[in-house]
């Protein structure tokens, strides 16, 4: 029975989560840190930095990759389809209705002020987002090194954000090489 608890809890989490933030998959990893890091000690800091390190990775949409390897750690399998379920839920639900109501809604005039106000507070919650982040994604100096480097790419160029991530793995597995080979000895 606990574990039917703790799926439902996953799932009640990952949909309020869903339901009530904007600004995309950034934002909603604040929520995540939040929710299970701080309010219920279900995962580490370090957890959802290689989480969101592997998410952003991997194809498809990123927070729901996030959010299946956020529900996997806590309950497996069964947590992971719960924790994807229930974050999808509310977006598929606004989808829907949107979709629906599209053409009342696309001149409506305060349905686009409500959207210049929500958009307005998408940028600080994804900085709140990469400062929480930072402590435990950028410990040595080649870390910073490697973030300010691809920041000015991906600012002030189009280049391929996959390529990216790419050739940081790479310049990681090159510079930390040492480091890696004094762990396993």
Known sequence: MERWKRLWVIFIVMAKIG?????????IIVQIQNEFVEKRGWMTEEQIVDYMSLAKSFPGIMIINMSVFCGYTMCGITGAFAAAIGLSLPALGAIALVTYFYNSLKTNVFVAKILNGVRSVVIPIILSAAVKLKKTALKEV??????????VVCALSSFNKAVIVLIALVAGLLIW????????S
């Open 19 to 27: 339901l009530f933030t904007f600004g995309g998959g950034w934002s």
């Open 177 to 184: 090489r040492g480091g890696i080979e004094d762990d396993l």
């Open 142 to 151: 080649p870390a910073y090194v490697i973030a300010a480097i691809t920041f």
